[in-house]
Every structure is written in structure tokens, then in C-alpha cells.
């Protein structure tokens, strides 16, 4: 029976970011209406933390938004990552937290971190259209630091930006170089602050771009579809797994509401599917 993997992410630093990434409403350059904060109480991320375990969420990804870390931000994410390892022990720690060098990365890993999330986001070719601020080459460059670490790599992009066809292979040809375990496929939610406002993918399309990430990504553990997914798929949310998707996100993301937990845990049942409990789970 296939398994799938239930995900979470925790904003734990919000709306705080320099960068000119046109598809990013955390971005203080577009002033989109979100919630911006420098440090969300470990109170209330302990508190998250525990919920989503209780859903059925495997991965916890902290993540912090900023171009990458500087120490203070490490030291906090480094805190974080402890209390939460303590409390809630079962959640595998991810952290999402922009450039980070090797030597930061060792840092996390020592304070429990298992993964580090870090999207090449879209093609070298067309990354300059979507933010000017920051080379494509700085993103490659992370990831392969992870993997240098022992740190498992979690890495994916962004369909529906105005990129081509050929945009798309390349990314998902440049992410089969860096052998990720997990590829997140998020799918752009347009913010009216927001200067990137392409037309809409269809369903269809969306699938076929999931179905080609499997065949392309075939040594990766885990398709996770992620930001995007109930708008883009709608009442069609089912089809993901057929497409070659195993594994999706629970819960809000990072400054949108995703769909209710439960919503998607009776959607899961009635698919047939089990929800993994490790990440060895096939």
C-alpha cells in the first residue's frame, strides 16, 4: 500500500526579507499584507510542533525568511531545532533558512536538524526574470553544501511563473545533479503586491509537470506537492498521487492557509493510502 508523507512548515520568522524575488510576498520591497515578525515565540512554535504531530506530520521545517543566516538567526533556529527535538522527539527537524555556508550547516546539524530545505526555485536561464538580488549559482551552491554535510537535501521549484517548457526540464534536470531525498513542487499563488502575474496553469498541466518531475527525479524518495496545491488542483487534489506525488504538506504554509488537516487526512483515507511514520517508509 502506498504511503505518504505529511509534511509541515513553521514560519518562524516572517516578512523580514531584502531580496527582490518577484514571486515571494515576504519580500519588504512589494509590502504585501502578511504578518511580519523577527521571532515567533518557541511558546507558540512548540505548540505548532505538537499539533501537527498529532495530524500525522513526519517533517517539521523551520523556516526563516531572509536571504540566508547570519548568526543570530542561526543561533535562534539552532534553539528552536533543541526545543523541539526535546518536546516533540518523533518530528523529523528540517530547516529552510536561504544560503547558509558549510560551517552553519554543521551547526544545525549538531543542534538535531536532519534536513535542510533550499528550492533552486526555477531554471538557471530564467531565474534573472524572477529576482535580480541573488545569483541561481548561490542556490546551487547550498545545496551542494548540504549534501557535503550529511544533511539530507530537500530541493524543488516553482511552476507557473512564465517560465517555458525548457525552463522547467532545465531545473528539473539541474535537480537531478544535486540527488535530492524530497522534491517540493509548489505552484505560484499570485499576491495582488505581487509584480509576477502570469495566467494560471490548468489541472492538467500541472499533472503532466508532476508526472514529468517523477520520471525526471526517479532516485528521489519523495514528489512533495506543497504551496499552491488547493488553488492550482481544486476538487481535482486527488489526482497528485496518480500523477507520481507521494507525499504532500499538512497544514498552513508560510503566509497562506492551506486546506483543513482533516480535510486532507479523510481525502487520504479514502484513497486507500497510509501515512508514513519514518522516513524509511516505502
Given amino acids: 500500500m502506498k504511503k505518504i508523507f505529511l509534511c509541515s512548515i513553521c514560519n518562524i520568522n516572517s516578512g523580514t526579507c531584502n531580496e527582490d524575488c518577484k514571486f515571494c510576498s515576504q519580500s519588504v520591497k512589494y509590502k504585501a499584507d502578511i504578518e511580519r515578525y523577527k521571532q515567533k515565540p518557541v511558546d507558540k512554535i512548540l505548540d505548532e510542533a505538537r499539533r501537527l504531530e498529532a495530524l500525522g506530520a513526519l517533517g517539521f521545517c523551520l523556516v526563516t525568511a531572509q536571504k540566508g543566516l547570519d548568526d543570530k538567526t542561526l543561533e535562534f533556529v539552532c534553539d528552536v531545532a533543541r526545543a523541539v527535538k526535546k518536546e516533540v522527539p518523533r518530528l523529523r527537524l528540517i530547516a529552510c533558512n536561504g544560503t547558509a555556508s558549510v560551517e552553519q550547516l554543521r551547526e544545525l546539524r549538531q543542534a538535531g536538524v536532519a534536513a535542510y530545505n533550499h528550492n533552486l526555485e526555477t531554471s538557471r536561464e530564467f531565474y534573472s526574470q524572477i529576482c535580480t538580488t541573488h545569483p541561481w549559482e548561490e542556490r546551487y551552491e547550498t545545496c551542494e553544501n548540504v549534501n557535503s554535510v550529511g544533511l539530507k ?88 498521487f496518480d500523477a507520481g506525488a507521494n507525499s504532500i504538506v499538512i497544514g498552513d504554509y508560510l503566509t497562506t492557509a492551506g486546506r483543513d488537516a482533516h480535510q486532507d487526512l479523510q481525502m487520504l483515507r479514502g484513497l486507500g493510502f497510509e501515512i508514513a511514520t519514518s522516513p524509511e517508509d516505502k
Avoid: C, W
Avoid at 222 to 236: L, P, Q
Fill in 153 to 240: 537535501l530537500i530541493s524543488g521549484g516553482i511552476f507557473g511563473m512564465g517560465e517555458t517548457h525548457e525552463d522547467r526540464i532545465s531545473m528539473l534536470r539541474s535537480l537531478k545533479e544535486l540527488n535530492p531525498v524530497s522534491v517540493p513542487l509548489n505552484f505560484y499563488h499570485h499576491n495582488p503586491a505581487l509584480p509576477l502575474d502570469p495566467s494560471p496553469l490548468s489541472v492538467d498541466e500541472a499533472l503532466s509537470l508532476i508526472t514529468l518531475a517523477r520520471q525526471t527525479l526517479d532516485g528521489a524518495d519523495r514528489i512533495m506537492i506543497a504551496g499552491g496545491r488547493e488553488i492550482t488542483f481544486k476538487e481535482r487534489q486527488n489526482e497528485i
